[in-house]
Structures are given as structure tokens and as C-alpha cells.
DNA sequence: GCCGTGACTTTCA
DNA sequence: GTGAAAGCCACGG
């Protein structure tokens, strides 16, 4: 499957700076992919450990991780949410003042 | 080739 | 601020 779109969403999501967050309907706009948030979060379950893609700097237009609270994957962007600065109250994560967007 | 599903978004109550 | 419903698109069965 080549999916041009998977080159694009990984560089778009690997441009985000550290400390920085941003959405999956951002990730697809500035990967000039509108309206295919849902793809973007595909790209990223179907992404390999290997591919060194900062997925946990993405997370949902709500601001809150796109995971049960029981799930590893979960805890894992959580945490690294936490080691790079931001904040995380109540399953939402403090990113207004840490959103990112491509120029 | 139809159908259900999903790491989503936006709008409305 | 919270929750439900409709909309969107690609993938696998």
C-alpha cells in the first residue's frame, strides 16, 4: 500500500518541535490531507516502533488521549506528554499554550 | 464491491 | 464543560 499520505502525515508529525503537541485534524490539514483526521490515527496504529515518529505529541481536537485509561498506550503518551513539560489533568492535556502549527 | 470499524472533528442540546 | 449524533475516508473481511 503506498499511501502517499503516509510519507506526508509521518513528516508532518515528526516537524512537531519538543514540547510541543498538536491534533490529528491539524496533522492531516497541514499534511494537505482535510478531513482525514481518521487516516492520520490509522498511519499512526499501523506505525512501527522503528519509524522514530514522535506519536505521542498527537492527540485529539479535544485535548484529551485518544485511549482508555487502562490501556498501555495510554500511560506511554501520557508519560512522555509529562517528560517533555505538558500537562495532564483529568485525562486532558494542558496544550493551548503548547499547540503546535506548521507554518 | 458492499459493510463494519476506527488513535477523529464539528455541531447542537 | 459535557455528551450525543452526523459526517468523512481508508482498510480488512
Given at each position: 500500500?503506498?499511501t502517499?499520505y503516509?510519507?506526508q502525515?509521518?513528516s508532518?508529525?515528526?516537524?512537531?518541535?519538543?514540547?510541543?503537541?498538536?491534533?490529528?485534524?491539524?496533522i492531516?490539514r497541514?499534511?494537505?490531507?482535510?478531513?482525514?483526521?481518521?487516516?492520520v490515527?490509522?498511519?499512526?496504529?499501523?506505525?512501527?516502533?522503528?519509524?522514530?515518529i514522535p506519536?505521542?505529541?498527537?492527540?485529539?481536537?479535544?485535548?484529551?488521549i485518544?485511549f482508555?485509561?487502562d490501556?498501555?498506550?495510554?500511560?506511554?503518551?501520557?508519560?512522555?506528554?509529562e517528560?517533555?513539560?505538558?500537562?495532564?489533568?483529568?485525562?486532558?492535556?494542558?496544550?493551548?499554550?503548547?499547540r503546535?502549527?506548521?507554518q
Amino acid at each position: 500500500m503506498n499511501t502517499q499520505y503516509r510519507q506526508q502525515i509521518l513528516s508532518t508529525v515528526a516537524a512537531i518541535p519538543r514540547g510541543f503537541v498538536s491534533s490529528y485534524g491539524d496533522i492531516a490539514r497541514l499534511a494537505g490531507l482535510p478531513n482525514q483526521a481518521r487516516l492520520v490515527g490509522y498511519v499512526l496504529k499501523t506505525l512501527p516502533e522503528e519509524s522514530r515518529i514522535p506519536w505521542h505529541r498527537v492527540i485529539n481536537a479535544q485535548g484529551k488521549i485518544s485511549f482508555p485509561c487502562d490501556s498501555l498506550s495510554y500511560h506511554r503518551q501520557r508519560l512522555a506528554l509529562e517528560e517533555e513539560g505538558l500537562i495532564v489533568k483529568n485525562n486532558k492535556v494542558q496544550w493551548l499554550k503548547k499547540r503546535w502549527a506548521a507554518q
